[in-house]
């Protein structure tokens, strides 16, 4: 399965973003305030495994693979290749035994946050992994503010619920402010998630 | 990264080995015999989560985009990529709230396991989980005998130590009878792992 956005942009994963941005910088134009999320949480998530706090991993993006060829003396090459709608979230692991599971997503509005940035397939994964007794939680960066927040799962399905139901299609910045967590950015780790779930009594 | 086994023969991820197979079950030439250990296992994680179970996903297989096309008014094609080494193990999830990870691999070899079958970078991340409290073992299948056995990572690691200590490079079939778990084939659940993790008391 292939597709595109509604407004009929193509779909391009953020593993894609990410690698044209590890070009760029290559090229030496490498700026903090350019980091995309994903590259924060990244960083973040390798901090925690060298620091020995958590093992979180991102998982690779999915592809359909429609045609390979195999070269004499070299390596398969992939010739035909859609990006393909995730069943799940993208980032999960273990923090002390525990099942950990989140999605991470930014949006350049300033006032609030368009639910269509998740489809209904992540929204099912992430009420399954809270009756499973995960972890389960999104973070949001309003990237004009360079703010970000931790929202449990919990939350977000409620707001999806009203959504459904024809309610407003986004959270409002100030629903996010009380419901959610927000976490300073810090230089290591970047996006310091697990110091919020350590506040949340997962673990008492 | 793309690679080669050590033979020359260019590496193929069992993801793509499941889309033959899928084609040749349309084909009509669909057997129960002829299942893989991943369609097996993709059964299995199904019963789980529609019993409500557990929540175990395989996860994608890494790909290296390296050249994307965005024809007019269709979807992205990727034109050029290849297989990337897995930094993981290929499942994971949540039961009871707690973190398992596997990794399965199946050998036509009838009286030992070849250890070559995982990598360095799985061996590290296996050790990890452990020890951060998650639940880690591999899932073995003899093809030739349709045997399948559960072996917890603890075990795997000694007889990976055991290699790079300059011994054998395989794990022997005694050893595998003797240090892990008989899963008998079933109809559904396929292979019912977490019965075995029920007796293994991680939840006392």
Known sequence: MNFNY?????????????????????????????????????????????????IIHKKPTPVQIVQVDYPKRSAAVIKEAYF???????????YKGKYID???????????FPLKNFHQHQIYHMEEVLNHGGICFVILRFTRYEQVYLLEAE??????????????????????????????????PRIDYIRIIDTLFYFS
Do not use: C
């Not at 994963?13 to 590890?22: F, G, R």
């Not at 700026?31 to 958590?54: F, H, P, W």
């Open 6 to 54: 509604p407004n009929g942009k193509p779909y391009i994963p953020k593993d894609t973003a990410h690698e044209i941005n590890m070009k760029n910088k290559k090229n030496g134009t490498y700026s903090n305030r350019g980091m995309t999320l994903e590259e924060d949480l990244n960083e973040t998530n390798e901090y925690y495994r060298g620091r020995k706090i958590a």
């Open 84 to 94: 393909k709608q995730a069943s799940t979230t993208d980032y999960n692991g273990v």
């Open 102 to 112: 989140f999605e991470a997503k930014e949006t350049q509005n300033t006032t609030s």
């Open 155 to 188: 939350h977000l399905l409620v707001f999806w619920e009203r959504m459904v139901n024809g309610g407003r299609k986004s959270i409002t910045k100030e629903e996010i402010e009380q419901k959610g967590h927000y976490i300073p950015l810090g230089f290591q």
